[in-house]
Structures are given as C-alpha cells and as structure tokens.
C-alpha cells in the first residue's frame, strides 16, 4: 500500500500483483456487454468475475484450473475460495485463522477484520468470488456492498483502452495514472509523476492510490511496496529472481520501494525511498535549504535528508531518504530503459554521446559514441534491431525491453491474450 504523510509508500498493483494467471484467450474473447473471461472484469454486470461467471463455463480457460490462493476466485470450482479451499492449506500466503479470535499472522488484525479473511471465508460474510449470494441479500459477489472495497476480485481490470479503476464502488473509469493527462497539475503525467507507482495507481497527486483499505497494510515499512493489497502474504510475487523480466517492480526499484531516480534535475540517479514527502528538488534558495549544498542533514531543514549526488556526492538537501536497494529483488535501471518516474540512464554511464549524422568522428568534428563491446553504435531507431526490442540511446543501441516482452507506451499496447499490463515501457504479464 502506497501511504501519504509518514509511513511507507506502498501502493501499486491493486488487483494486478495478485491477479488470476490464465491461459491464451484471444480467440474467446467477447464483445464488449458478455463477460471476457481474463480481465479481472465483471463485464456483463451480474457481479461474477471471470471464470466464476456462468457464461464462462464452457470456455477452453476456465476448464480444470487448479486453486488460486490469493486471487479472491473459486478457480476449482469446489465452492471454497482461497486459503478458506483445501488445497490451499499449506500455501505460505495463508497464514490467518479466520475464527479462532487470534491474530495468527502478527499483522494487528485479527480474524474477520483481516483482509485475508474478508470476501473469502463465509463467517465474515458475502464470499465476492464463488457466484452465489451467500447473504441471501439478493446481490451477488462484485453487485454486493459488501465486496465493493474487496480487492481482489471486485474493484480493478484491464480494460480496453488502458487500466481501469473502480474502486469503492465508482463508475469504472481509465485510472489517473493511466490516462494520460497531468490530474495534479505538477508538469508531469502518468508514468512520469514521481507518485504513480503504476497504471493501476488512481491518485497522481500523492503516495496514496485510491485503493479501498490502502492505508491498512498489516506491516508498515516491510510490506512490498508494490502490491497495493494491504498485507504481506503475497509480497513475493513483487520479486521474480527465477524470470527477472516478469518482475513486478518498475525499472529502477526493488521490491521495498528503493527506487533510483533524478531527485535534483541534473541528470543523474539517486536511490531513494519512494514514500512520506519525498518530492523531486527545486533549485536551491526556492524552497529553504531543499535543493542546497550539505554536509550532513544538520545543515537541511527539519525533515530533510542529506542526500549524495548520484550516490556518491557531493549532497545535497532533499525530502526524499537516500537508501540501498534490496539487491536480490531490484530491477535495476538499465541503460536505454525508461525507469521510474521517468528517469533514464545519462549518456555518461552507458558510454557515449550521440553522433553527428556522419556517423561521429569525421573531419567535420562529429563526436563518436563510445559504446560498451558488443553495443552497435547509431544515429536513430533505423540502426537498430527493432526485433531484439533495441531502441538507439546516447548514439548506443540498447534493448527497451527485454527479449521476449513487448515494448508499450499504455497497457493498450500490449498483448491481449493473457493479462499484461505496461509499466516503465514494458508489457509484464499478470502474476498469479
């Protein structure tokens, strides 16, 4: 959970860290009015999501799914949904007995008011993803008050144009940090905003995202900082050391919200905490002591960090806490990516500046780039290979995106026969 004023930015994924992993679908996949049976929509209205809808029933993806622990849905179709099913006993993202008046897992809550209880156990109410209306109210899963802010299933999909947000039991609409435009009127939009943490993120203007229960995370500063569901049982889908390209943490960030990014505007990274006030830094004198020279924060102002210039100095006053990324769980800013809050690496640490048309080092004084070995030198995209995802950068091709993954600007861009969504230019695939 991403929270505002002084505890840990922590929101991201919503629906999308914990989200349904499901076969290709791209053939099956209906109209806009019957249920898509792979976005984490309730599209036809009836309140069932997904495969729990009946009209999903006889599709080829919803045939012989195995128990999904942490995704709100009965995917086995037994009638018990998550940690509540059988077969999720021994699964290390249950771990709290919803009747038994103990906390079992330490995070303050205990049973019912747990959000690993709440929409999947029948004694804490309306089940939100087995199809029935266990309350006898009438309404079913998703149509029922009682699931609006239970997230997942209810409240988040990817939807045609983008990602969108409704959560709390608002009209669906493309979330704010997926839309395109500047919501907070601060110069920069979407994935450039230093306070969206992803296209599934509804709040541009601070490190809260709009996500029901954001500010109820059960671990404070050890939560992942990217799954945005408000407890820790599921924190290791934001680290992917066995498929690093399908690492659920932006470009630049590891999975605790240390983040490099260009704090002081002039070109180079620092690593950060991503939470509390942590704003990008005004030159020096607009703001007190924030953007000014120090030697350690006595010289900041109160709540300033003294923070080292590209990690290594000289520093300089800023709101943001410096910070070392966890290694093993950071996707770290590569050169020629797009990096979080749209950062990328300056030419001097990938090894060139961009060439003159003549390809750099003529007689008309053309300066060459300096490309690390096996880095082919360009001029524009033309000299690159699209296909290996290479985008020309400081007059060195490098890869936008990994091999294999889709470059995008929107999760419009991005492939549709599974669930993706784009982050940092990237196509990352829904985890289970």
Known sequence: ??????????????????????????????????????????????????????????????????????DGLDNDGDGDVDCVDSDCANNPVCSEDCGNEVDDNGDGRVDCDDPECQGVDPRCGEICGNGVDDDGDGKVDCSDEDCFDVIPPCGGGVGPDGTICSYGGEEPHVCECADGEDNDADGRIDSDDIHCFGPFDDDESSYATGIPGDNMGSKADKECAFDGDSGTGNDGLCCNPEDPSQNVTPNGCDDRGCCEIDV?????????????????????????????????EADCDAGQFC????????????????CEPNTPCEN????GEECYGGFEQPPEECGGEQPQPDGGGGEDGGTPANCPDGVTECSSDADCDMNANERCTNGCCFQQCPDGVVPCDTSADCPT???????TGCCIEVPN
Not at 265 to 278: A, M, P, T
Not at 314 to 322: A, D, G, L, T, V
Not at 332 to 335: D, G, I, L, N, R
């Open 307 to 322: 923070v080292p210039d590209n990690d290594l100095g000289p520093n300089f006053c800023s709101s943001c806490e410096s």
């Open 264 to 296: 002081n505007g002039n070109g180079s990274g620092e690593h950060v905490y991503i939470r509390d006030d942590c704003v990008f830094a005004p030159e020096c004198g607009q703001e007190g002591t924030h953007g000014c020279p120090c030697t350690t």
């Open 1 to 70: 959970m991403k929270r505002a004023g002084i505890t840990i930015a922590i929101g991201f994924l919503s629906a999308i860290a914990i989200a349904l992993w499901t076969p290709s679908c791209s053939e099956d996949k209906p109209e806009g009015g019957t249920e898509n049976c792979a976005d984490r929509m309730d599209n036809d209205g009836d309140g069932k999501v997904d495969c729990v809808d009946e009209d999903c029933k006889d599709n080829p993806i919803c045939q012989n799914n195995p128990e999904f622990c942490s």
């Open 332 to 335: 770290p800013c590569e050169c």
């Open 417 to 423: 026969d599974t669930a993706y969504y784009c982050i």
